[in-house]
Nanobody, 123 residues
């Protein structure tokens, strides 16, 4: 049974940086695609970034392109999200997830999630 646990969130001023980590326990052979979503109060959970098993396919939402970098270390069962030049609009709870098959952008395509880690960016 696969479990995910996010860490690395916190409070940062606009323009600052944070690195999120997602540790995965259990067998993850079925998680050929892994990614990050985020959810702000009163809003739907939205796609942030995703990466294929070998890291050759990487996708970002437009608003984080060029600022965020997703990576994975399968030997350590860990997925990362390096976030630079953070903006107040990035404030949300960030969740790690994975799925079988290709990357998808709708949160409903994923069924296994971590508890989330809070990222707050002040003006």
């Amino acid at each position: 049974q696969v479990q995910l646990a996010e860490s690395g969130g916190g409070l940062v001023q606009a323009g600052g940086s944070l690195t999120l980590s997602c540790g995965v326990s259990g067998r993850i052979f079925s998680f050929s695609a892994m990614g990050w979503f985020r959810q702000a109060p009163g809003k739907e959970r939205e796609f942030v970034a995703a990466i294929s098993w070998g890291g050759r396919i990487i996708k970002y939402r437009d608003s984080v392109q060029g600022r965020f970098t997703i990576s994975r270390d399968n030997a350590k069962n860990t997925v990362y999200l390096q976030m630079n030049t953070l903006k107040p609009e990035d404030t949300a709870v960030y969740y790690c997830t994975g799925k079988i098959g290709s990357i998808e952008y709708d949160s409903s395509a994923y069924s296994t999630w971590g508890q989330g880690t809070q990222v707050t960016v002040s003006s």
